[in-house]
């Protein structure tokens, strides 16, 4: 009993699954598509493409540009504060006097063991 069931309820959804097909098919040998769609996304392309950037991206412009010019004057901060710094004089150390006794001509121990003397 399960069985023939089974069967006749196979039976129906081929017969469904056909049916579909063939309505499919009558349509798509009918019915030609229509050109106005086409024609009306083409020009939606077009003028999206004329229109330029979004609000997204230019919103995104305004944030890089605004973070160049916070840069730039974040620089200009900073190198006004080093040239403070480094304009400031610092004291020339005094002359050395000048010697007295003259240097020997020629060293008489190595270099080496001069400087730890």
Sequence with gaps: MVAERTR???EQQKKVAEAYLA???AKGATAA???APQKAKAQRAAEKK???LT???WLAVGSIVVSLVGIYYKREELKGM???AFDKKTPE???EPARVEPEP???TQPKGLKKII
Aim: a positive charge; aromatic letters at 0%.
């Design 93 to 95: 150390p005094a002359p």
């Design 55 to 57: 609000t997204t991206q």
């Design 8 to 10: 006749l309820a196979r």
């Design 33 to 35: 598509p229509e050109p």
């Design 105 to 107: 001509s020629r060293a």
């Design 82 to 84: 080093a040239k403070a």
């Design 23 to 25: 309505e499919n098919k």
């Design 50 to 52: 004329n229109s330029g």
